[in-house]
């Protein structure tokens, strides 16, 4: 008999007890051995559920219990749940998790103690929800040089800037719509300001490219400054606004990595990324890109992953799983400056001196949009460096405008 605990009976955590307990057959016949449910740790009171009889409150018992083999962290957050874990690897416990801001700051630090306590740590739930992503990036493309890691991170701002685009929707009640869903994270913030789908970069950055990329390293920005009006834009210009993380490795052992909201052209496959779905595109020297579609959030797609972790460890009490990466350090990510195409936004009451301006600084621009009845220029520019496309944008007379980025 294999003894597993669950720390956390949130949204996730309860997915995992009602997968663990209503589909124990199936996982125990993946198993080959029985498995069970030993404890769930939690302090808010659940004495009405069928399986009362595993909560508990008191962490020392699942860490002093010799039993226990396997626990999965499904608290979220920082504290405790890093020093649980610490733990529980300490006692040479094998531990699997959901929680990315515990994995994208403290993984190569906890990577490290399972290796030396000869048990596993991981961590598939982490990113993508359901979506099998860090196993077969890290086991079926590992003949690859991996070059690129770009996605759609998010459920939560994808679904939010889906309504927006497709029912009309305001930022506010859509993401009061994600929330009711069990998308959002306790505080949404996270979500809308980038700082999720910042956490989910740095684990597949560390793990593609060898070494922890930390968040702070992450140039970050999140949706809150997409309005309505660019998500029209971006559409009559054959483009959907997506929040994009992407990931790159670059000569000289340096990477660079950042977060942002995108323009994203129709001829891209991430534009077709809708509602709760995340993708990621890994391109490979040998394979060229590969994607990566499915659920990114929400209870039993995360809950899949937590058990899927479950299962392997299972498998794999006397075996360790290679899913390590070093330490990282300062200088390794850098500024992206290659160049690109960016969408533009201008506007200005003196619409004619405007529009006169920006003839004569992109005068064979045909990707635009002139609304004279509103004093705006919708427009993409040609490929260049962010710096050159500067220069010329401070030649044009406008009184406000804005600035995103383009994928292809
Ligand atoms: N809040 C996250 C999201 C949950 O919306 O994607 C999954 O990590």
Same mark, same amino acid.
């Given at each position: 008999?294999?003894?597993?605990?669950?720390?956390?009976?949130?949204?996730?955590?309860?997915?995992?007890?009602?997968?663990?307990?209503?589909?124990?057959?199936?996982?125990?016949?993946?198993?080959?051995?029985?498995?069970?449910?030993?404890?769930?740790?939690?302090?808010?009171?659940?004495?009405?559920?069928?399986?009362?009889?595993?909560?508990?409150?008191?962490?020392?018992?699942?860490?002093?219990?010799?039993?226990?083999?396997?626990?999965?962290?499904?608290?979220?957050?920082?504290?405790?749940?890093?020093?649980?874990?610490?733990?529980?690897?300490?006692?040479?416990?094998?531990?699997?998790?959901?929680?990315?801001?515990?994995?994208?700051?403290?993984?190569?630090?906890?990577?490290?103690?399972?290796?030396?306590?000869?048990?596993?740590?991981?961590?598939?739930?982490?990113?993508?929800?359901?979506?099998?992503?860090?196993?077969?990036?890290?086991?079926?493309?590992?003949?690859?040089?991996?070059?690129?890691?770009?996605?759609?991170?998010?459920?939560?701002?994808?679904?939010?800037?889906?309504?927006?685009?497709?029912?009309?929707?305001?930022?506010?009640?859509?993401?009061?719509?994600?929330?009711?869903?069990?998308? $959002?994270? =306790?505080? *949404? &913030? +996270?979500?809308?300001?980038?700082? /999720?789908?910042?956490?989910?970069?740095?684990? !597949?950055?560390?793990?593609?490219?060898?070494?922890?990329?930390?968040?702070?390293?992450?140039?970050?920005?999140?949706?809150?400054?997409?309005?309505?009006?660019?998500?029209?834009?971006?559409?009559?210009?054959?483009?959907?606004?997506?929040?994009?993380?992407?990931?790159?490795?670059?000569?000289?052992?340096?990477?660079?990595?950042?977060?942002?909201?995108?323009?994203?052209?129709?001829?891209?496959?991430?534009?077709?990324?809708?509602?709760?779905?995340?993708?990621?595109?890994?391109?490979?020297?040998?394979?060229?890109?590969?994607?990566?579609?499915?659920?990114? $959030?929400? =209870?039993? *797609? &995360? +809950?899949?992953?937590?058990?899927? /972790?479950?299962?392997?460890?299972?498998?794999? !009490?006397?075996?360790?799983?290679?899913?390590?990466?070093?330490?990282?350090?300062?200088?390794?990510?850098?500024?992206?400056?290659?160049?690109?195409?960016?969408?533009?936004?201008?506007?200005?009451?003196?619409?004619?001196?405007?529009?006169?301006?920006?003839?004569?600084?992109?005068?064979?621009?045909?990707?635009?949009?002139?609304?004279?009845?509103?004093?705006?220029?919708?427009?993409?520019?040609?490929?260049?460096?962010?710096?050159?496309?500067?220069?010329?944008?401070?030649?044009?007379?406008?009184?406000?405008?804005?600035?995103?980025?383009?994928?292809?």
């Amino acid at each position: 008999m294999i003894y597993v605990a669950i720390m956390g009976h949130g949204t996730v955590g309860s997915g995992v007890a009602e997968i663990m307990i209503n589909h124990n057959p199936l996982v125990a016949e993946k198993v080959r051995d029985k498995i069970e449910v030993k404890y769930i740790l939690e302090l808010r009171d659940f004495s009405s559920l069928p399986y009362a009889e595993k909560f508990t409150d008191d962490f020392e018992k699942i860490v002093n219990d010799p039993e226990v083999k396997i626990v999965a962290e499904v608290m979220g957050g920082i504290h405790p749940a890093y020093e649980f874990v610490k733990r529980c690897l300490e006692a040479k416990k094998s531990v699997v998790t959901s929680n990315k801001e515990l994995v994208a700051m403290k993984g190569a630090e906890l990577l490290k103690i399972a290796s030396e306590n000869s048990v596993n740590f991981l961590f598939e739930a982490s990113v993508g929800g359901g979506i099998p992503i860090l196993r077969p990036m890290a086991q079926c493309l590992a003949a690859n040089d991996i070059n690129s890691v770009t996605g759609i991170l998010n459920g939560t701002t994808n679904y939010v800037l889906n309504k927006m685009i497709v029912d009309d929707m305001s930022f506010d009640t859509a993401l009061a719509l994600a929330q009711e869903k069990g998308f $959002a994270e =306790k505080d *949404p &913030t +996270a979500d809308i300001e980038g700082h /999720d789908t910042c956490r989910k970069i740095c684990i !597949l950055a560390s793990l593609a490219f060898g070494k922890h990329v930390y968040p702070e390293q992450v140039k970050t920005e999140g949706i809150t400054n997409v309005t309505l009006e660019d998500v029209a834009y971006a559409q009559k210009l054959g483009c959907a606004i997506k929040l994009i993380a992407r990931a790159k490795k670059l000569p000289g052992g340096h990477i660079t990595a950042e977060v942002a909201p995108m323009l994203v052209s129709n001829s891209n496959m991430l534009s077709h990324v809708n509602g709760v779905f995340n993708a990621i595109m890994v391109h490979g020297d040998a394979t060229g890109d590969v994607m990566f579609y499915g659920k990114g $959030a929400g =209870k039993m *797609p &995360t +809950a899949s992953a937590v058990v899927a /972790d479950i299962i392997d460890c299972a498998k794999h !009490l006397h075996a360790r799983k290679y899913f390590d990466w070093q330490e990282g350090e300062e200088g390794y990510v850098v500024p992206d400056t290659s160049k690109k195409r960016f969408f533009v936004l201008i506007k200005s009451l003196d619409f004619e001196a405007m529009s006169k301006s920006f003839n004569a600084v992109f005068p064979d621009n045909t990707w635009n949009i002139k609304n004279e009845f509103s004093g705006e220029i919708a427009f993409i520019t040609d490929e260049d460096f962010e710096v050159e496309i500067s220069k010329k944008l401070d030649k044009i007379k406008y009184e406000s405008i804005k600035t995103m980025k383009m994928l292809f």
